[in-house]
Structures are given as C-alpha cells and as structure tokens.
C-alpha cells in the first residue's frame, strides 16, 4: 500500500515538474506529444489491447489535448482526436467490436450528403478540405470511439483508473497556469472570459478540462481515497482545479463539472442502503463546505468579479442583454438556415460563411447540436437523436455504471457552449457506452 501511494504522489510530481519544464522549454511541448502517441502505441502493440490499453492511452491523451495546444505541442489543432482515431481503429483489429455498434456506421451514412454539398461549393476563399476536417473530425472521432466502446465489458476499478490516467495532464495544465498567472487579481479587470488566466488559451476549453478534472478528482476522493493521506491528495487536486477553473471566467466547464459531481452523488445516494446514506449526508455537507469556501477564495481574487460574471453582469454590475455571451445570435442563425434547408442542410462548415451574410461577421458555431440541424438539415436531426438515444438503450442494462449520467451530461453540456474543438466530449461520451462490471467480466464477447 505505501508503495502504491508513493508512486500515486511520484505521477503527480512528475506531472507538476513537466508542467514547469515545458513553461521554461516550450519546446518540449512537441517531444511530450510525440511521446505520449509513440509509447502509447507500445503499450498497445506489445500487449495487444488484451486489457483496453486502447482506452487508457487514448485517456491520457484526452486529458494532455488542451495541455498541448496551449503550449504550442499539438502539430495541428485535430492531433489529439486523429490519434485517438487511430488508437481505436487498432483496438478494433486486436479485439473487434460489437455488430451492434454498427448503429454509429448509420450515424455516418446520415453525414454524407452533405459532405458532398461542400465537396461541390464552388468559392475560391474558401479552403474544403480545411473545413471539412475542423468540422467532421469531432463526429467521427465520436463515431469510431463509441464503435469500439459499444457493450464492451469493463470493471468498475478500471474506469476509474481510466479517469485517473486523463486526470494527470490535466494537473499539468493547472500547474502551467499558475506559472502563467501567479497574480489574478493582477489580470482580472472585467467580467469576460479571461485569456491571461487561461494561459493565454481560449477560457472555453480549458475551464471544459478542468471541470472534467474537478469530477475526476472528486470522485477519487470519495470513492478510493484509502487513507487520510489520500483524501487530502485528492481533495487538494479538487480545489486545485476548481479554483483555477473558475477563475477563467468561462461558465460553461465550470457548471458543468458541478453537474457531473452532482449526477455521481445521486446514483451514489440512490443505490446506497441506509447505513451508506448516513455517510453520505456527511460527504454531501463537506462538499457543500468546501465549494463555498473554493467560491468565497476565487470571489475574493477576482475582487467580487467572479460573482457578477455568474451573474450576467458587466464590471460595473449593468446587467448583460444576452446570456450566453453572443451565442444566441449564432444558434438563432443555425436555426433560420436549417428552415431556410431543411433536408441535406448547407453542407459541412457553410454554415459560417451564410451567417456572415446574416450577421456581418464570420464566427464558428460554439453549439454542435444546432451545427448539425443547420449543416446537415433533417440528416442531421436523425444523427443527433441516435447520439441522444442509443445510451439510454444501453443503459437499462448496465445500472452499475455510476459515471453513466456524469459522461453523458459532459457531452450534451459540452458540445452546448464548446462545440467538439477538443476531443474529449467524443472519448467521454463513448464512456457511456461501456458495459461497467462491479465484478471482474469474463471474456469479451464481441
């Protein structure tokens, strides 16, 4: 036991101290990239994926993306979800899949025609292939993740060292920020997301991973904290990241990390017997202690702007016209193209240059749902509701996964306000999609 926590606390280290030499080195950055998918497919290979290595590499690559493209490692911005791609894809032809994941090859028979509509846009400015890989590789890195994660069965201890492999870079991603920022209150002049406290990255995706973290380190915490030792590692990686997440000034991570928590704490409630739920009432008021005080700290450093920002309030407490920080103009704009092309849609990535003509200014979609409904019409509305559907349908005979409604609220949450820039609502979502034993499974059917 002393010698599983020494080297729990050495992986933690080693992940400060990395975070520290790439903030010197910057160039390290990109021999860190190479190495994660290098050795990661060692691991693969030599072991053959008898025990989903696949899934934990392409974990720890998750949690590294947004460490990654901060630090200038990634050597494009779809790195991270290309190699998880790959990763998978190998997967599959080690340990094969289950014919009933082909609902998800149906998913990418809906995305055709209007991959074909852009193939066809006949605008010099306009670079196609650019487009079509900024705007297709999240789906299909979804599609292929959740291919190979259909029914597969996997101990409730293994996913939760899952979690913990894509929670260390991301301790590295809070380290590189306080190295960034030492001072907020030095930077914290208003109440829009805050690029400097985000290590000069956009707030949106990383207060994305550090609310992912926040659920990971809280759920070790409570769940495999075996001593005191640990309960404190944990719970200081907790505030660690709360607080540094927060203090981004990007709402929707945040929130949605407090859901995922939230979600843990039901199921956890809701399967307990009576002696279980009195201890829980004790966790439940801890929990609730210290995100006050984690909110009370960042409230103080921000100067009381934190507060206004949650909100919807300017520096000087005016409050805002819009919500969602000028997204409703955009998803308005996705909805009259959608009833403006209600079958096959604009065709892949369009949908920007036809809300510039609406809107006067050429902007991404930030929400993948009324993306797909504009771009690909009713095809679209059908490739969502397989997404939206198919993990309910699995999960009314896998109750014993507890993290099923934390993954898939990050993904409905995420692909809201941050769309699928990054690749961690496609992995997180194909989580759900697992078959989660509490005992060890038997051999996989596949």
Partial sequence: ???????????????????????????????????????????????????????????????????????????????????????????????????????????FVLLVPSILITTNYQDAGTDVKKV?????????????????????????ESIQKLLVIMGFPIISTTVYLF????????????????????????????????????????????????????????????????????????????????????CLLFLLYYFSNAKGRSKFTIVFVLTIALGIGIWGYSSFQTRGLIEKRYANKDARGREKKDR??????????????FLENPIFGVGVGLSKEKREKQLGIAIASHNEITRLFSEHGLMGILAFLILFITP??????????????????????????AAMRTAAPAFVYALCLLSVQIKIPEETEN
């Fill in 1 to 107: 036991m002393k010698n599983k926590k020494l080297s729990y606390l050495a992986i933690i280290v080693f992940h400060a101290l990395l975070a520290l030499i790439i903030f010197v080195i910057p160039f390290f950055s990109k021999i860190y990239a190479l190495l994660i998918v290098l050795i990661g497919m060692m691991v693969i290979i030599k072991n053959k994926n008898r025990s989903n290595e696949v899934l934990f590499v392409s974990a720890y690559l998750v949690g590294a993306e947004v460490f990654l493209r901060m630090t200038g490692g990634n050597f494009n911005n779809e790195y991270a979800k290309f190699c998880v791609i790959g990763f998978m894809l190998l997967g599959m032809i080690y340990s094969n899949f289950s014919k009933s994941a082909l609902i998800y090859l149906f998913f």
């Fill in 324 to 337: 969602l920080g000028g997204r409703e103009e955009i998803m308005d704009a996705d909805i009259t193209l």
């Fill in 392 to 417: 309910f349908i699995l999960y009314i005979n896998n109750r014993q996964h507890l993290y099923f409604f934390s993954f898939y609220f990050f993904w409905l949450l995420t692909i809201n306000h």
């Fill in 132 to 156: 079509l890989f900024f705007n297709l590789s999240g789906p299909i890195c979804l599609g292929i993740c959740s291919i190979y994660t259909f029914g597969r069965k996997i101990t409730f």
């Fill in 179 to 262: 190295l960034y920022t030492p001072n907020i209150q030095d930077v914290v002049t208003g109440t829009q997301s805050n690029f400097e406290t985000s290590g000069g990255f956009g707030p949106n995706q990383v207060s994305t991973i550090l609310g992912l973290g926040m659920f990971v380190f809280f759920a070790q915490a409570i769940l495999f904290s075996k001593s005191k030792i640990e309960l404190l590692i944990n719970g200081g990686l907790l505030v660690f990241l709360s607080y540094r997440g927060i203090v981004t000034f990007s709402r929707g991570g945040i929130i949605t990390g407090v859901i995922m928590i939230i």
